[in-house]
């Protein structure tokens, strides 16, 4: 049977709509006549393929299918699923290290290599997760002591978990060791009391390695001397973005002095005061001291003209002498004037105290 060859879809849409008008009812057609000679002889046709079992749009259902059409899976972009958009959320901001932070050593049979400061590992989890304790933690450690002919060591199992958008994270595991006794030439053992707590430390950074901390060193890029010194400049220039501006300590150290109501809550701001001294040079931390002895003359003065009793008074004076050192002349003045004061106008008041 010969079909006539088209040459555009425009002949061959006709040809098609010419078979179904003129050919309805043909038995080997779902629609009419003829259309295709595969068909007639039970053969596919060459645009269609069979429907399979379990097939994605097909209506024959698979093995566990209930037979309703199965629905295409949807699809999951990134913009659709934000929460694994940046699986190095975490590891990024870990994964430098301040070379200032780090030593070199070498271990017995000439490996070299870089060591990072556990306290300082403990610091860039703080300073991205938050507070120990809250913001992340660990769990308890559990030690496992093994003897290995002369040798008697410790290996340290802790887990690490962290908040992840306020959620408590799975526990990422690290282990670590240490030899607690081995022999010496003599005999004798060798015991290490630290090897308990190295052990702990070990296992601890090895859980922090696997968020990121101090990636860098692990993978080498520390034995590149470029990639070192790029590192050393780039945390130079951040610790001197971060030195805090010594005129603006000083402005807040004095704003806090000046809120002083009495004695004790002067003393208690001046001790909370000293503890930034370090971040401020000699001639600041006297600029600062001399607003403390401007303060200390001003409530001396307002509690002395508030005593009730020549004791208290004595009493007052005695306590004032330690303040008074220090002070000018000016404000050493101010404050025994206003004690003068206060005593002449309390024996004036009880005339039986003039004789004191």
Not at 231 to 255: C, L, N, S
């Amino acid at each position: 049977m010969r079909f006539p060859v088209w040459s555009s879809t425009k002949r061959r849409g006709r040809f098609d709509h010419a078979l179904r008008q003129g050919s309805a009812g043909h038995p080997h057609t779902r629609c009419g006549g003829p259309r295709d000679g595969r068909r007639h002889l039970g053969l596919p046709h060459p645009r269609k393929r069979a429907p399979v079992p379990g097939d994605h749009g097909s209506a024959v259902p698979g093995p566990a299918s209930s037979g309703r059409r199965c629905q295409s899976p949807p699809k999951c972009t990134r913009s659709e699923s934000p929460e694994m958009t940046d699986n190095l959320r975490h590891w990024d901001p870990l994964y430098k290290t301040d070379p200032a932070h780090t030593k070199q050593f070498t271990r017995t049979g000439g490996f070299r290599g870089t060591a990072i400061k556990p306290i300082y590992a403990t610091q860039k989890m703080t300073e991205h997760f938050g507070p120990v304790g809250i913001g992340w933690g660990m769990t308890k450690p559990e030690y496992l002591i093994q003897s290995a002919g002369s040798e008697i060591a410790i290996y340290c199992t802790v887990g690490l978990w962290y908040l992840d958008n306020g959620v408590k994270s799975e526990v990422v595991w690290g282990v670590g060791g240490d030899i607690i006794a081995k022999s010496r030439n003599d005999g004798k053992l060798s015991l290490d009391d630290e090897a308990a707590k190295k052990s702990y430390t070990d296992a601890l950074g090895n859980a922090m390695k696997q968020l990121g901390v101090g990636g860098d060193v692990h993978m080498g890029q520390f034995d590149d001397l470029k990639y070192r010194q790029d590192v050393e400049r780039e945390f130079a220039e951040k610790r001197q973005d971060e030195k805090p501006d010594p005129k603006a300590i000083v402005a807040e150290m004095t704003k806090a002095l000046r809120g002083a109501k009495d004695r004790e809550h002067l003393d208690g701001l001046w001790d909370a005061v000293k503890t930034d001294f370090g971040k401020i040079g000699k001639a600041e931390q006297d600029a600062v001291a001399a607003v403390f002895d401007q303060e200390a003359a001003r409530v001396l003065t307002d509690e002395f003209g508030r005593c009730g009793s020549l004791d208290a008074l004595r009493d007052l004076w005695s306590a004032a002498q330690g303040y008074m050192h220090p002070m000018t002349a000016d404000q050493k003045a101010a404050v025994t004037d206003a004690k003068d004061r206060r005593k002449r106008a309390l024996m004036a008041s009880v005339p039986s105290q003039a004789a004191e």
